[in-house]
């Protein structure tokens, strides 16, 4: 980055998980002027470590002359972050930068705010990260009325209303299908590398008509493998098609008759797209960054309004 | 093991799983006079490997002038297994030693043969080694007419009538369990050193009235720890709960109304028994040991009989 870029650099938008840590350069007219990222995650850092991963990434970018914001979102602001920033308890709206907790940094160029994650009482639910998403979404739309879906490793569904998410759910989907694709005795059975539409909408809808029968369909995959002529893609498309069947089974008072947006990678949203789709619901897709970076704007242009 | 008891050898009867090998030295009588195991399942070996890793147990017990017959079951006839013995398909009676098949070795004081498997063609599902400790249990009741449940990493529920399998349905109830204690996000959260039986209980009939929510009252174990007072003894009850809540509302077809009969190891067993009595079912328990072993027992003698 020259000195000219260097002198635009008003805002470091950061988006810190527990595995990667990624963050957008923005100028004073909220333009991305930069991109870095590293996998220095939370899962890794301890709370000394984590100015110096940040600044692993920004230090040639910041100015000298003057203090430059930064702003996070994500699991830096669990107990076991870089500080905790206390979670919002639903019904909320996403927490803006007046609910941000400021940390106190040792470089003079740094100000930095990580935004706090959101809860539910009962049933107990947390979220730090998919917030600000929400935030995000909000912003450009903020008249939705509808439900939030946000697939991933731990897919939330998010009832959101007159601007506050009033209530959502987490299913472990993601991280069943890994443990099972990965570590389980079906890891042979579920390693095709294309893809079977057809198997995947039969098993989706297997799985949304009889759920409690999941752990007997599972154990299948692998019967199928040895006494019948189950391919490992034909595999794959089954253990998703389950797992997302079961939890748009259990999902089901979100999304029934709602209007549905959601916010994930575009592999994972397409099949939760198709899984709805085959119940005959639509659902508009948003991309993560995108949404992240809206929201981590938003909540920053409220701590510019309030300082 | 002296002179003696070596001239007495007349049977030995093996368990041979994918993880262990498990054997029992019986006399001319069917009596045991001794018991041998070590970890060289099936899962560790290549095939020209089984008949070392049986005679590194049983090498001095064998008498050098007669013949010793031993009879197998288990993964070991598999295909990655020793020698594959193929399996017969429901609705049969489970194999006796007429279907067993005989593998040739090396050692000329040892005749082996190895039990087949079960297998159903629609479901697809699989056994080996539960067949045995099925003709076990019919051997000591053989006007059984019920339902036998073998809890295990793979639980099998199986439909018997008239002396034979009907039909029989597998969990991956206690992989699931393994894999989410061990190696989900939920590892911290369910490491409890005690037990709950109310948290069991009440867990069990939440995923028994509302199985399709599993994937989220998984995460909301996680979730509970964050926000909520769940102890992990509390947390480890939840989980084991849910997850054979979750078998018992998909194996209602099995157990509805029927007489039930458990084979398995003590402690699994009674959380299945506790979970039954729930549902105001009740069934008696039995010995994986002593089924197996009057299995094998049983299938030898057709062996015997037919030669």
Redesign the interface.
């Known amino acids: 980055m020259n000195d000219t870029t260097r002198q635009k650099l008003a805002l470091v938008a950061v988006d810190w998980g527990t595995s990667n840590l990624r963050l957008t350069l923005l100028d004073n007219s909220g333009e991305a002027i930069g991109e870095r990222s590293s996998d220095r995650g939370m899962g890794s850092l301890e709370p000394s470590e984590f100015e110096d991963a940040l600044l692993e990434l920004i230090d040639e970018d910041l100015p000298q002359d003057k203090v430059t914001p930064v702003i996070c979102c994500g699991m830096v602001g669990s107990?076991q972050g870089w500080q905790e920033a206390s979670?919002l308890t639903v019904p909320c709206a996403p927490p803006d930068g007046t609910r941000a907790t400021r940390v106190a940094v040792n470089d003079p160029r740094l100000s930095l705010w990580i935004l706090p994650g959101v809860?539910?009482?009962r049933?107990?639910?947390?979220m730090r990260g998919e917030e600000t998403q929400i935030a995000g979404y909000l912003a450009q739309n903020p008249e939705f009325d509808g439900v939030l879906c946000l697939p991933g490793t731990?897919t939330k569904w998010a009832r959101i209303s007159a601007g506050e998410i009033v209530s959502f759910?987490?299913?472990?989907?993601g991280?069943?299908f890994a443990?099972?694709s990965k570590?389980?005795?079906l890891r042979h059975t579920v390693n095709g590398a294309n893809w079977d539409a057809q198997a995947f909408e039969e098993a989706l809808s297997d799985a949304m008509s009889?759920?409690?029968?999941?752990?007997?369909k599972?154990?299948?995959l692998?019967?199928?493998n040895?006494?019948?002529d189950m391919s490992p893609t034909q595999g794959k498309a089954r253990l998703s098609g389950y797992?997302i069947g079961?939890?748009l089974?259990?999902?089901?008072p979100y999304w029934l008759g709602m209007e549905i947006a959601m916010i994930g990678a575009p592999a994972l949203s397409k099949l939760y797209q198709d899984g709805l789709a085959v119940q005959g619901v639509s659902a508009s897709v948003h991309s993560v960054k995108d949404m992240t970076l809206s929201g981590l704007k938003a909540a920053y242009s409220v701590v510019k309004d309030s300082n």
Request: no cysteine; glycine share 8%.
């Open positions: 107990r979670y809860k539910q009482a049933p107990a639910d947390v731990h759910q987490t299913f472990m989907t991280e069943l443990l099972l570590n389980s005795v009889r759920p409690q029968g999941i752990a007997s599972l154990f299948g692998r019967a199928e040895l006494v019948g797992l079961l939890e089974a259990g999902a089901r």
